[in-house]
C-alpha cells in the first residue's frame, strides 16, 4: 500500500526573461536543501525571495526543496530561519567547473568519433553531426529519423537502430532526451547507449539479442529550442521556447503537456511557472509530435519500453505521476524489474537509484509523458529515470559523463535482457 502525498511547488519559481543578447550569470548564487516536511506555509515564507527551483523530492526521509538564492537575497533567506543544508556557496563556479562546450573528437581506425566525446558537453549542432557519424558506421541496421519540428523549426531528430529482423520488425523501444533543457547530461548517457549498442552489436551477444529483440527509436534532444537556449543565454532553463498570447512569459514544459492527467496537481495553469501545462493538452508543437510519433510505432509493432531520461534525483519513475492512488495492472513486475535494474546500476560506481511510482517516490506530475505511453500508447514498461548526481544537481561535472554512461549502460543491458 502506497501513501499518498500531495504538495505543489509551483509558487517557488523565480522567472524572467532574457534578450537574446544577455548570458544569464549565477555568480554568487548559494544552493541550499530545504526540509520542508513539517512546513504548512511555505507560499507566505518564500514570498518576496526571487529564489530558482532547482528539485524537489520527497524522498524515504520527507520533503525536500533544492534552490538556488541570488547573493542580494541571501541575508534575507538566513533571516527566515528555514531548516536548510547549503549544497553550493556559488552556482556560477558550479557551472564554470561543468567545464566549456568540446571540440567535435577525431574518428578512431573504424570512422567512428572517438570515446573522448564522452569527455565534455557539446553544442547543440555537434549532437547533430555525432548522430549522423553514428548511423553513418551502421549504415544497414539504422536510420536517422525525424518525429517532427519545434517551435522555433528546429527538426526533433535522432536515430532508429535494429538487429537482424530488419526495419520495424519488433517492437519499440523509445527514448527522449533533454526534455528539460538544462538537463544535459540526458542527451549524453543516451549517446552513450547509442554508441554502445552500435560498437558493440558484431561481438556481444547482449547487445545482438537486444537489437534483434527490438526497434531501438531514440531522440536524444527533444526539445531542441530550449536545450539550444541553455547553452547560450540561460544555462537553467527547463521549458521549450514557445511564445503565447496574452502572457509575456516564454515557454511550457513539455512533460505537463501531454494528455493523461493533463492540468492536474503538479503542474502550473500560470505562463511563468516552470512546470506550466499549456492551455490545452498537446498543444506544443514538440508534445503533439511526439504523440504522433509514439501512436505510430504503437499501432505497427507496438512499444515495449519507454523511458523520458531526466536528471538528477537517482530515481526509476515507474507510471503514475499524475496519480498517488491508482497504479498499472502490472506494477508489482514493474517494481520488480526497477529493483533489480537499480542494484545493477549500482555496481560500477556504488550510484544508488530509488524506484517505485513517480507520484510516490518523487512528486505528483500531471501530464507527463510516462503516464501518457501506459495509459493511452499501451506501453508495457513506461519508465522516467532521473539520472545523477543529487549534489551536483544540472551542472554536473564534465569528468562524470563516463561514469553515468557506463552504469546506465549495465543496467540498460539487465533491463532489456529481462523485460
Keep these: 500500500m502506497y501513501l499518498r502525498i500531495a504538495i505543489s511547488f509551483a509558487i517557488f519559481g523565480f522567472f524572467f526573461q532574457l534578450s537574446s543578447a544577455v548570458k544569464a550569470s549565477f555568480d554568487g548564487y548559494q544552493v541550499f536543501r530545504i526540509d520542508v516536511a513539517h512546513d504548512t506555509n511555505r507560499e507566505?515564507?518564500?514570498q518576496g525571495l526571487p529564489i530558482i527551483q532547482l528539485g524537489h523530492s520527497y524522498g524515504r526521509s520527507g520533503v525536500t526543496l533544492d534552490i538556488a538564492v541570488p547573493p542580494d537575497y541571501l541575508a534575507a533567506f538566513d533571516a527566515r530561519n528555514f531548516n536548510a543544508t547549503l549544497l553550493s556557496d556559488n552556482l556560477g563556479a558550479d557551472i564554470s567547473n561543468e567545464g566549456p562546450l568540446?571540440?567535435?573528437?577525431?574518428?578512431?581506425q573504424?570512422?567512428?568519433p572517438e570515446l573522448s566525446w564522452f569527455d565534455s558537453y557539446h553544442a547543440y549542432e555537434d549532437h547533430v553531426r555525432y548522430w549522423a557519424d553514428l548511423h553513418s558506421v551502421f549504415p544497414n541496421n539504422s536510420e536517422l529519423i525525424e518525429a517532427g519540428v519545434s517551435f522555433e523549426g528546429r527538426p526533433i531528430q535522432g536515430i532508429h537502430l535494429w538487429g537482424n529482423g530488419g526495419r520495424n520488425s519488433k517492437p519499440a523501444v523509445f527514448f527522449n532526451g533533454n526534455v528539460h533543457a538544462r538537463e544535459w547530461i540526458t542527451s549524453m548517457v543516451v549517446e552513450y547507449l547509442l554508441y554502445q549498442l552500435i560498437t558493440n552489436y558484431e561481438t556481444d551477444t547482449a547487445v545482438r539479442a537486444a537489437l534483434d529483440n527490438y526497434d531501438f527509436y531514440?531522440?536524444?534532444i527533444v526539445n531542441p529550442d530550449g536545450f539550444v537556449y541553455s547553452q547560450t543565454n540561460y544555462r537553467l532553463w527547463r521549458k521549450n521556447r514557445q511564445v503565447r498570447d496574452n502572457t509575456t512569459a516564454i515557454g511550457t514544459d513539455?512533460?505537463?503537456n501531454w494528455p493523461v492527467g493533463f492540468g492536474g496537481d503538479g503542474s502550473s495553469s500560470d505562463p511563468s511557472s516552470e512546470t506550466f501545462s499549456g492551455y490545452s493538452a498537446g498543444d506544443t508543437p514538440e508534445c503533439a509530435s511526439l504523440i504522433q510519433f509514439a501512436q505510430n510505432l504503437a499501432a505497427d509493432k507496438g512499444i515495449k519500453l519507454f523511458i523520458d531520461w531526466h536528471s538528477y534525483a537517482q530515481v526509476i519513475l515507474l507510471s503514475y505521476g499524475y496519480t498517488c492512488d491508482a497504479f498499472p495492472a502490472n506494477i508489482d513486475r514493474q517494481i520488480d524489474l526497477a529493483s533489480e535494474t537499480a542494484a545493477i546500476i549500482a555496481q560500477p560506481y556504488n550510484t544508488t537509484f530509488d524506484y517505485g511510482p513517480g507520484c510516490v517516490v518523487l512528486y505528483q506530475s500531471s501530464g507527463n509523458g510516462r503516464d501518457y505511453m501506459t495509459d493511452a500508447a499501451g506501453t508495457e514498461?513506461?519508465?522516467g529515470i532521473e539520472l545523477r548526481s543529487t549534489s551536483y544537481g544540472f551542472v554536473l561535472p564534465a569528468d562524470q559523463i563516463l561514469p553515468s554512461g557506463e552504469e546506465i549502460?549495465?543496467?540498460m543491458k539487465y533491463l532489456w535482457a529481462n523485460m
Design 44 to 46: 507566505s515564507q518564500f
Design 102 to 108: 568540446g571540440p567535435y573528437p577525431e574518428y578512431d
Design 110 to 112: 573504424d570512422g567512428i
Design 218 to 220: 531514440v531522440l536524444p
Design 254 to 256: 513539455i512533460n505537463r
Design 381 to 383: 514498461f513506461g519508465w
Design 409 to 411: 549502460w549495465e543496467g
